[in-house]
Each structure stands twice: as structure tokens, then as C-alpha cells.
């Protein structure tokens, strides 16, 4: 299955600005409405030069606190898509592997029928060899027989080729397959820990 790149819906373009907004979601749209108000209050306040100079700090403060979070939001969303085509480089790759494993396996398929061939020749050709040494009298029999011996031989090395090639790709296949569900368990382990480290920090940011 191959990922296709997703196309921004409105809600999920609303989403993404309240994002950008309020950082990770740990009271950055809160931050700003209090900056709003310190600044309509410091604009209308008839307090000293110091109380107004101490307020006009704090709200550089808070404005450095707003910026930094949604710069580190900034990068999260980066990572995040470069994630995404990593992954759907690594799915890609898997369905190559795969089909290239299926045509594997449905050339040895085709290899083991032509063994089980070599094997009901080589009965046959025992049959026949058992034949030819009842006429041992015979030159031009034994000559063949000579022949057929060879022709055997060359079939039974060609057998045993056979064997080894299926045996590499049987091999081959779970290996593939075991590194399939490799990826599936470490795609499962890092989004429970995404989640379980948002859940984390999301506590942690409302205490400030």
C-alpha cells in the first residue's frame, strides 16, 4: 500500500494556525490573550515609569515565551514530515521487496517442476541402464549407456542447484518478512511514545 501525500482540509488548516498559535498546546493562546491585556492595561495605566517599565518586561517575557514555542512547534511539524517520507520511502521499499520475493518464489516454483522432471528422467534412465547391462554384449548399447550415465550426472548437478537456489530463497523470504514486522513494531512503539510523552508535557507546561 503506498502513502500518497495528504491534502490540507480547512478544519485541518485551522488546526495547524491554532497550532502555530498556541505552540504545543500548553496555554500559549492563554499567554497571549494575557499579553493583550497587560498591554491595553500598560497603555492606559497611569502608574510611575518603574511600575510601567517593570510591566513593559514582563510582557517582553511573554512575547520571548509565545516565540520560542512556536518555533519549537515550528520544528516538531518539519520533523514530522520529514518522518513521513522516510516512512513512505521504507513502505516503498518493502513493496519492491516484496513482489520481487513473490517472482522469486514463482521462479523456483517453476524450478521444482523441472526438477521433479530431471528426477522421473533419471528413473527412466535407470530403468534403461538396467536394460542395457542385460546385453553387456552389445558396443553401441554400452556406449550409450556411457552417455546416459553423463547425461545423469549432468541432471543431477543441475537438481542439486535447484535445491540450493530454493533453499537460499525460502531464506530470503523470512528474512523480509521478519523485518516487515520489525518495522510494524517500531512504527507502534514510537507513536505510543509520541503520545505518551505529549500527555507528559502537557502537565508539565499548565504548572508554569
Known sequence: MYLTPAVDSPLDEVIRKRLLIDGDGAGDDRRINVLLKSFTKWCNSPGSPEEGFTQYQRMLGTLAQCEFSMGKTLMVYDMNLREMENYEKIYTDIEQNITSAHEKITEC?????????????????????????????????????????????????????????????????????????????????????????NNHESPAENGE
Do not use: C, G, M, W
Open 109 to 197: 516454483k517453476k524450478e521444482i517442476l523441472r526438477a521433479k522432471r530431471i528426477r522421473k528422467n533419471r528413473q527412466e534412465y535407470d530403468a534403461l541402464a538396467k536394460v542395457i547391462q542385460q546385453h553387456p554384449d552389445r558396443h553401441e548399447t554400452l556406449k550409450q549407456l556411457e552417455a546416459l550415465d553423463k547425461e545423469l550426472q549432468q541432471l543431477s548437478h543441475i537438481k542439486e542447484n535447484v535445491d540450493a537456489k530454493l533453499e537460499l530463497r525460502k531464506k530470503q523470504f523470512h528474512v523480509l518478512l521478519s523485518t516487515i514486522q520489525e518495522l510494524q513494531q517500531t512504527l507502534e512503539n514510537d507513536e505510543k511514545s509520541d503520545n505518551d510523552d
